[in-house]
């Protein structure tokens, strides 16, 4: 059973540019969260997707973008990238439909490790 | 607003000797807490969860964590600590108010050093 995968695993941008970071959800898993974790910090949430929309967002520019597919997997799209966005972007998925209760837990991939120059 | 405090930014002990990691929340509602580690460039693995129930929850590896709802901490012990267990533990809070959204809020992260 595959856990939640993330590509690339690493990756230097400039800065100005953007970038696209993928995830596939644990098999069975239908809703996809990404989280930015800076160094030194603890990841903060940015946003999360459910049958293909975004349904909840925390505190990240308009920069910050995403997308559902179909198969459940996501894409975390960041644009005119700054310095600051250097970070470990993570990704979490969990069952949403079918679940009764709300005694779930987040399964977290390994990461992208992106560098901004 | 949901928020949480781990206090220490490292906690030492021997191997063989207890180790407790602390952490204090603040939610609007009753909390759903969790504890992740992380090991070096690998992203979170869940260790466990208070929902409801018990005050001490167990988990993996020999974890267990204490729910104590007067203090609103949620501390991570181990009774014999591991030189393997040397990694960044993330104490998580989620609000549970009726919400199925799932958004985590994590606190800065203890990084655990068990030495020989």
């Known amino acids: 059973d595959a856990g939640v995968t993330q590509s690339p695993t690493h990756l230097i941008k400039t800065r100005g540019q953007q970038v696209t970071l993928r995830c596939s959800p644990k098999?069975?898993?239908?809703?996809v969260s990404w989280y930015q974790q800076a160094l030194g910090q603890g990841p903060q949430f940015i946003f999360q997707?459910?049958?293909?929309?975004?349904?909840q967002r925390g505190n990240f520019p308009d920069r910050f973008s995403g997308h559902q597919f179909p198969n459940y997997s996501s894409e975390l799209n960041v644009n005119a990238l700054l310095l600051g966005d250097s970070a470990l972007y993570l990704c979490?998925?969990?069952?949403?439909?079918?679940?009764?209760?709300?005694?779930?837990?987040?399964?977290f991939g390994p990461g992208t490790r992106l560098t901004v120059t | 607003a949901q928020s949480v405090a781990q206090p220490e930014d490292q906690v030492n002990v021997a191997e063989g000797n207890p180790l407790t990691v602390k952490c204090t929340y603040s939610?609007?509602?009753?909390?759903?807490l969790f504890w992740y580690v992380q090991y070096p460039n690998r992203g979170l693995q869940f260790l466990l969860k208070?929902?409801?129930?018990?005050?001490l929850v167990k988990g993996s590896y020999g974890f267990e964590a204490e729910f104590n709802k007067s203090q609103t901490s949620f501390h991570l012990k181990k009774p014999s600590a591991l030189v393997s267990d040397s990694a960044l533990y993330f104490c998580?809070?989620?609000?549970?108010?009726?919400?199925?959204?799932?958004?985590?809020?994590f606190g800065r992260g203890t990084q655990l050093t068990v030495w020989p």
């Open positions: 979490a998925s969990r069952q949403r439909t079918g679940a009764l209760t709300n005694s779930y837990e987040q399964y």
């Open positions: 098999s069975g898993h239908d809703t």
């Open positions: 997707y459910y049958e293909e929309e975004e349904r």
């Open positions: 939610v609007s509602g009753n909390p759903y």
């Open positions: 208070y929902i409801t129930g018990d005050n």
């Open positions: 998580a809070v989620r609000d549970a108010g009726g919400s199925t959204l799932g958004r985590l809020y």
